[in-house]
């Protein structure tokens, strides 16, 4: 059990529509960051929410977007899908003042987009 | 900014094998050191982390790292594979937060390990 929850697990997606991932953080984590995936590659960084704010940014468009609720889960929204989207969205949690005691990493949300 | 490089793409080891797989990075700043698992189908597992003082730091299922600063280096080491270790292994890195705050990982392109039984 990894303790971060996403959702859906497999998602089949057409060129230029929207899509909306999921995650909820491991008990106790208040600190949401969502990574990117692609084939082959390690997981680079999309973007993170403390306290319902975007904190800090990775180098991807501004097509990519999130949000946290209260409860401090977060969504992933993506807009005009490209085919280059096709890859595996991690959801990474943590707690803020202690984050330098790393994450914990959901299984993910396999995005293909045809 | 900070980048991870794993030169290692796939290694293919016999069972009892010893086992090194490199990482260097690169940051000007003071970083913490991370090394994940992805067994197939499983979401990224720690392995083992380094903060601060002893430079060789010990992880779950036998495996140990050695934080070299001068070499930018962080290298995974177990010196005995098992079958059940078949997996890809990430090297990550951050860069250490004086306010506490998550400061966002950056990974390297993982290194494939085959064990053949």
């Known amino acids: 059990d990894a303790g971060v929850t996403q959702s859906p697990t497999h998602l089949i997606k057409t060129r230029g529509q929207q899509v909306t991932l999921r995650c909820s953080p491991k008990?106790?984590?208040?600190?949401v960051s969502w990574y990117q995936q692609a084939l082959g590659q390690g997981p680079q960084f999309i973007f993170q929410?403390?306290?319902?704010?975007?904190?800090q940014r990775g180098n991807f468009p501004d097509r990519f977007s999130g949000h946290q609720f209260p409860n401090y889960s977060s969504e992933l929204n993506v807009n005009a899908l490209l085919l280059g989207d096709s890859a595996l969205y991690l959801c990474?949690?943590?707690?803020?003042?202690?984050?330098?005691?790393?994450?914990?990493f959901g299984s993910g949300t396999r995005l293909t987009v045809v | 900014a900070q980048s991870v490089s794993q030169h290692n793409h796939h290694v293919i080891l016999s069972e009892a094998a010893s086992l090194e797989l490199g990482c260097n990075y690169s940051?000007?700043?003071?970083?913490?050191l991370f090394w994940y698992v992805q067994y197939p189908g499983q979401h990224l597992q720690l392995l083992l982390k380094?903060?601060?003082?002893?430079?060789l730091v010990k992880g779950i299922k036998g495996f140990e790292a050695e934080f070299i600063k001068s070499k930018f280096s962080f290298n995974l080491r177990k010196p005995s594979v098992q079958w059940s270790d078949t997996a890809e292994y990430f090297c990550?890195?951050?860069?250490?937060?004086?306010?506490?705050?998550?400061?966002?990982?950056?990974f390297g392109s993982g290194t494939q390990l085959t064990v053949l039984p």
């Open positions: 008990s106790g984590h208040d600190t």
């Open positions: 990550a890195v951050n860069a250490r937060a004086a306010s506490g705050s998550a400061r966002q990982l950056t």
């Open positions: 380094y903060f601060s003082g002893d430079p």
């Open positions: 929410y403390y306290e319902e704010e975007e904190r």
């Open positions: 940051y000007g700043g003071t970083v913490n």
């Open positions: 990474a949690s943590s707690l803020r003042q202690v984050a330098n005691y790393g994450y914990t």
